[in-house]
């Protein structure tokens, strides 16, 4: 007689298809950043995931849709949880700013994710729709949250006026130029000439938050 199925079999087949989605991300995140937006093809982000094209196209309508699928996974979820230490934070806000700093390396520039910022940089022109869904989703509640970490120690008296915009850029800027650093001439730069992350990190924001400090009246 022939075996009857595995009870466990349906649940298994379940298991894999609820899978699947983050699967295709992780194997579309592998693809962008290895070899950017224009020449990933879908047939090859299914092929890693070790599905097929059509599967791909059931749970996303265009290479486009996967590339926004992936950013909101990797980058916008990273944005909403420093939004939420923020708003739970109890210390002074240059430990805020220097902690959002260090979390920021771990979370994201630390990770494969990072290459995403590269990708941004290096198609924004050919692919202005990704680059304004980039600037939408990540870029500006990025800065929004930087400018209310800066507000708050304003209004708590810990840090003096600024100019608002300006300050937001050079707090986010060298963060930037480390991970196009680390996507571009780390790899093939001498290890007498490599960057420590964290120490860059750490260097950074004491600058910033002894430059921000609101000078105590006498």
């Known amino acids: 007689m022939p075996r009857?199925?595995?009870?466990?079999?349906?649940?298994?087949?379940?298991?894999?298809?609820?899978?699947?989605?983050?699967?295709?991300?992780?194997?579309?995140?592998?693809?962008?950043?290895?070899?950017?937006?224009?020449?990933?093809?879908?047939?090859?982000?299914?092929?890693?995931?070790?599905?097929?094209?059509?599967?791909?196209?059931?749970?996303?309508?265009?290479?486009?849709?996967?590339?926004?699928a992936v950013v909101r996974e990797n980058l916008s979820r990273q944005v909403s949880a420093g939004a939420a230490e923020v708003a739970a934070y109890k210390g002074s806000t240059g430990d805020l700013l220097t902690h959002l700093m260090q979390q920021w390396w771990a979370r994201f520039g630390a990770t494969k994710a990072?290459?995403?910022?590269k990708l941004i940089m290096s198609e924004a022109t050919?692919?202005?729709?990704?680059?304004?869904?980039?600037?939408?989703?990540?870029?500006?509640?990025?800065?929004?949250?930087?400018?209310?970490?800066?507000?708050?120690?304003?209004d708590r008296g810990e840090f003096r006026e600024l100019d608002m915009p300006h300050a937001v850029f050079a707090v986010l800027a060298p963060l930037l130029w480390l991970v196009m650093w680390k996507h571009s001439m780390a790899p093939c730069c001498?290890?007498?000439?490599?960057?420590?992350?964290?120490?860059?990190?750490?260097?950074?924001?004491?600058?910033?938050?002894?430059?921000l400090h609101k000078e105590k009246q006498s």
Do not use: C
Not at 131 to 141: D, G, K, L, S, T
Not at 195 to 200: G, L, M, R, V, Y
């Open 126 to 154: 050919n692919f202005p729709e990704i680059a304004q869904f980039y600037q939408q989703e990540v870029v500006e509640p990025g800065t929004r949250l930087i400018r209310g970490v800066l507000r708050r120690g304003i």
């Open 114 to 117: 990072s290459g995403i910022s």
């Open 190 to 211: 001498e290890v007498t000439h490599r960057i420590d992350p964290e120490k860059f990190i750490a260097q950074h924001a004491e600058l910033m938050v002894r430059g």
């Open 4 to 68: 009857a199925p595995s009870p466990s079999a349906p649940h298994r087949r379940e298991r894999r298809k609820e899978a699947r989605p983050g699967e295709l991300l992780e194997a579309a995140l592998d693809l962008f950043v290895e070899k950017g937006f224009a020449a990933t093809r879908v047939e090859e982000v299914a092929a890693r995931a070790g599905v097929s094209k059509g599967t791909l196209f059931l749970y996303f309508q265009s290479k486009e849709e996967l590339f926004k």
